[in-house]
């Protein structure tokens, strides 16, 4: 093209190129509709209906974990920098270079994993307060959001035709002789919760956007 117009200095031609850059553009914006409609996938209602109903129990767990110690805000502040003994919960780090690379298959099955090993925790969790005779309720209460949230993740991963990876072993767990130990517990499993939430969250977001689910 550049060397036509340097060659080129008559009217008629400039209308030629005029034209012919038009065309191009017309046929360049063809061509991008076409890939566009082409690789990208098709929307899921399946899976578009189990990410919005996961999202809703995100935002359940999310309420529920802050209740699974009974603080005030002031005294939880106090435990800020505790350091955290659960060797077996996942780290989560969040950072936004994660989505660039994300893949549906290998997210879901991320978080199935998360969830199972949370789902793992919790039920610990629910059985110490038992041995000190506290309420379990929340703890209870968050271990079904958690099934419910990796039964939808394992029927997704099945619809994608995705590996679900094996559950957690069990890994030792403490054994808590005291009431403060099982307090500095509740603390951490509640805060990694909600960690765990807000990730989990946004990437459902971002796994609705991928999945064009907004588009009807
Ligand atoms: C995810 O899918 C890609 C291809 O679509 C495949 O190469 C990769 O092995 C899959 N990963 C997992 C964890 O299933
Ligand atoms: C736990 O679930 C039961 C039944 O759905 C509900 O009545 C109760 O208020 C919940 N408790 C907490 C702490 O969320
Ligand atoms: C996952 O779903 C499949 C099919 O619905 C089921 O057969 C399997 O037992 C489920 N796996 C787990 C770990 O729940
Ligand atoms: C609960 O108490 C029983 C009996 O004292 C004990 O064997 C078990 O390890 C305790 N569970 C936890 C999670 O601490």
């Excluded at 031609?13 to 990208?40: D, G, P, T």
């Excluded at 505790?82 to 994660?98: M, S």
Aim: net charge positive; glycine share 2%.
């Amino acid at each position: 093209m550049r060397v036509t117009v340097n060659s080129c200095e008559s009217s008629s031609c400039k209308h030629i190129i005029h034209n012919s850059a038009s065309c191009l553009l017309r046929l360049l914006l063809l061509a991008e509709l076409f890939v566009h409609s082409w690789s990208r996938p098709t929307s899921s209602p399946y899976l578009c209906k189990h990410f919005a109903s996961m999202i809703t129990k995100v935002e359940e767990l999310t309420k529920l974990s802050k209740k699974l110690h009974e603080l005030s805000d002031n005294v939880l502040a106090t435990f800020a920098g505790v350091e955290n003994r659960l060797d077996g919960l996942p780290n989560i780090k969040q950072n936004a270079e994660y989505f660039n690379s994300l893949q549906v298959n290998v997210s879901l099955s991320e978080l199935y994993g998360y969830t199972q090993s949370f789902k793992l925790h919790v039920d610990w969790l629910k059985t110490v307060k038992e041995n000190h005779t506290l309420s379990t309720q929340s703890s209870s209460n968050a271990s079904t959001y958690l099934l419910q949230l990796s039964n939808q993740l394992n029927a997704s991963l099945q619809q994608i035709s995705a590996e679900v990876p094996q559950s957690p072993t069990p890994s030792s767990l403490p054994v808590v002789s005291t009431a403060f130990d099982e307090l500095q517990f509740s603390v951490e499993i509640s805060t990694r919760l909600q960690v765990f939430c807000s990730w989990t969250k946004r990437v459902l977001k971002f796994l609705q956007k991928l999945s064009r689910c907004h588009r009807h």
